[in-house]
């Protein structure tokens, strides 16, 4: 069974700053997804990471892709106030009738104050 | 190219009523998905349909839950004699269908959710 693992569960940052969400996911996935949710709202697609040493940037956030280490990261540069919100990584089991399921991460509450 | 819909986005029933969840999902997609999420927790998949299919239930609690996807209309799950736990936020996400592996396109798209409360 696929489970997807994140860390940390909250960050509080200070504008300015750099920092990095690991996500560990357990079995073969074929591909790995980074979402941001806002309070009340739904989810909203940041990346979809599909190789090995994949690694896709837009803005102040940059994702990548290991999956020989089943590893993705999201590392945010320079954070602002605007990103505080919550990021989640799904994983997609590969393969069998579940093809195309996510697994979800716990989610990281990310807050960044001046 | 409308997105992802979802109705009621919000939905109060007492215990024992029953609640019933419509997505109608993008134009062209043929693969929906239902994810449950709970106060401060991540989604848990609950089902996957195709047309008329069951694919993949084992996300669904035993009892009490349903779903289906008919050939006309919207995807419906359906909450029979509601618990206070069932309140969460319902997600409906579509696929355009499955492609091959490192493909895009069964990339989901989530709709806004309906927030089921019970009393």
């Known amino acids: 069974e696929l489970k997807v693992e994140q860390n940390p569960l909250f960050l509080s940052m200070q504008e300015g700053k750099n920092y990095t969400i690991y996500c560990n996911y357990s079995?073969?996935?074929?591909?790995l997804y980074w979402y941001r949710q806002d309070p009340g709202k739904s989810l909203e697609s940041l990346f979809v990471?599909?190789?090995?040493?994949a690694v896709k940037q837009e803005g102040r956030l940059m994702a990548s892709l290991d999956t020989k280490a089943r590893l993705s990261t999201l590392h945010i540069t320079a954070a602002v106030h605007d990103l505080s919100a919550t990021y989640f990584c799904?994983?997609?089991?590969?393969?069998?009738?579940?093809?195309?399921?996510?697994?979800f991460g716990q989610g990281t509450i990310l807050t960044v104050h001046p | 190219n409308a997105g992802v819909m979802q109705n009621p986005r919000h939905l109060v029933r007492r215990r024992g009523q029953e609640a019933r969840l419509r997505c109608s999902p993008m134009?062209?997609?043929?693969?929906v998905y239902w994810y449950r999420q709970l106060p401060e927790e991540g989604l848990k998949f609950m089902v996957y349909?195709?047309?008329?299919?069951?694919?993949?239930e084992s996300g669904m609690p035993k009892e009490r839950f349903s779903a289906e996807f008919p050939k006309e209309g919207p995807s419906i799950l359906r909450i029979q004699q509601v618990v206070r736990g069932d309140s969460a936020a319902y997600f409906c996400?579509?696929?355009?269908?499955?492609?091959?592996?490192?493909?895009?396109?069964?990339?989901?798209?989530f709709g806004p959710g309906t927030r089921l409360t019970v009393l």
């Open positions: 799904a994983a997609c089991n590969a393969g069998g009738t579940s093809y195309g399921k996510l697994t």
């Open positions: 990471l599909l190789s090995n040493g």
């Open positions: 134009k062209g997609h043929s693969h």
């Open positions: 079995t073969t996935s074929d591909r």
């Open positions: 349909l195709q047309k008329e299919n069951i694919i993949d």
């Open positions: 996400a579509s696929s355009l269908r499955l492609g091959r592996i490192r493909s895009s396109y069964n990339e989901q798209f």
